[in-house]
C-alpha cells in the first residue's frame, strides 16, 4: 500500500521518526556503568513481602540490568527498532501486575493457587519475575531471544529467590517463571493465567507509538502508522467481564495494532474469558466511520 509521507502530520512523523522513549534512546549512549545506574523498577508491592523483597533484590542486581541494557542495545542502537530497555520492563511488570490484580479482584484464581495451594502472593511473584527476566535473551539476538531467556533466567531466578522459598516450593515457583517466559512468544502455548498475563502485558506496550511489532524508525508502513496513532491504553473493571482494557487512538490505523498485534496475543493466552477489549477513535472526523471497536477473539 502507497502511503504519502509529505501528509503526515508532525505528531505522527515525530513518533515514526522516534518509536522509543527518550530515556532508552539516550542510555545506548551510556556506558554500562552509567546506564544501569539510572535502572530502578517501581510497582505497588501492596504488603506482599516477598514481592518487596524481590524488587529490592532487583534493584541491586546489576547482572540484570546488564542484559537489560545489552538487549535495549542490541534493538535501539544495533537493529533499530523498538525499545527493549528497562523501561519497557518496567511498563510490563505494572501491566501484568494491574491484569493480575483485576482478576482476582474478580475471583479468577492464580494456576499456582489452584494447582499448588500456594497464595495469591506467590502469583504475583510469577508474574514479576516473568515480566522482568521474559527478554533478556534480547542482550543475545533478538532471534530465538525466548529461549535464550530461559537458560540466562534459571540460574538468576533461584538467586533472587534464594531465602524467600524453600524446596519444593522454589522449584514450583522457577518452573512457573520460565513456562511464563517461553509462552509469551508468537507461538507459545501459555498453560497458566499467569503465562497467558505475560503474552498479553508484552503486547499492551504500545502507547505513544510503542508498537510491539519491530519497525525501523523513519520508516513510514503500516506498522509504524498504526503504532504512531495509539494514544494510551487503561485497564478497569469491565462490565461484561472483570477486565476492561480500552485502547485510545488518534486515527483508526490503530486498529491493525488492536486487530493484529494483540489479538493475535489475546488469543490462545487463557484470559480470553476474562478480557473485553475496547478501542475509541478520538478524532472527529474519523468517528464518523468507526467511533468504537470492540475486539473479538
Known amino acids: 500500500m502507497a502511503i504519502d509521507e509529505n501528509n503526515l502530520d508532525e505528531e505522527t512523523a515525530d513518533r515514526i521518526e522516534q518509536p522509543v522513549a527518550a530515556e532508552a534512546e539516550e542510555e545506548t549512549r551510556l ?85 499448588y495451594g ?17 527478554c533478556i535473551g534480547m542482550s543475545i539476538h533478538r532471534h530465538g531471544h525466548e529461549d535464550f531467556s530461559l537458560f ?3 540460574p538468576k531466578l533461584r538467586e533472587l529467590l534464594h531465602g524467600i522459598y524453600e524446596e519444593p516450593d522454589l522449584t514450583v515457583i522457577v518452573s512457573e517463571v520460565l513456562q511464563a517466559i517461553i509462552s509469551h512468544r508468537a507461538d507459545g502455548q501459555p498453560l497458566t493465567i499467569e503465562a497467558g498475563l505475560i503474552r498479553v502485558a508484552d503486547a499492551l506496550d504500545m502507547a505513544k507509538g510503542r508498537s510491539r511489532i519491530p519497525f525501523e524508525r523513519g520508516r513510514v508502513s503500516m506498522h509504524s502508522l498504526s503504532a504512531a496513532a495509539i494514544e494510551d491504553v487503561t485497564i478497569s473493571d469491565g462490565e461484561e467481564r472483570p477486565v476492561l482494557i480500552e485502547i485510545l487512538m488518534n486515527n483508526s490505523s490503530g486498529l491493525f495494532q488492536v486487530d493484529g498485534l494483540l489479538k493475535a496475543k489475546l488469543k490462545g493466552s487463557g484470559l480470553e474469558p476474562y478480557v473485553e477489549v475496547v478501542a ?13 471497536y470492540k475486539l473479538e477473539v
Open 31 to 115: 556506558t554500562p556503568a552509567e546506564a544501569i545506574e539510572r535502572m530502578r523498577i517501581n510497582v505497588p508491592v501492596r504488603g506482599n513481602r516477598k514481592l518487596r523483597t524481590l524488587i529490592e533484590r532487583v534493584n541491586e542486581d546489576k547482572q540484570l540490568k546488564g542484559w537489560w541494557h545489552v538487549s535495549n542495545v542490541n534493538a535501539v542502537a544495533r537493529m533499530e527498532i523498538n525499545d527493549h530497555s528497562w523501561v519497557h520492563i518496567q511498563i510490563v511488570t505494572n501491566i501484568a501486575l494491574k491484569l493480575l490484580r483485576q482478576l482476582t479482584k474478580h475471583h479468577v484464581e492464580p494456576a499456582v493457587v489452584r494447582d
Open 118 to 134: 500456594m497464595t495469591r502472593d506467590d502469583a504475583e511473584i510469577v508474574v514479576t519475575l516473568a515480566a522482568l527476566t521474559h
Open 152 to 154: 540466562l533466567a534459571a
Open 280 to 292: 475509541h477513535i478520538d478524532t472527529e472526523t474519523e468517528q464518523r466511520l468507526v467511533q468504537v
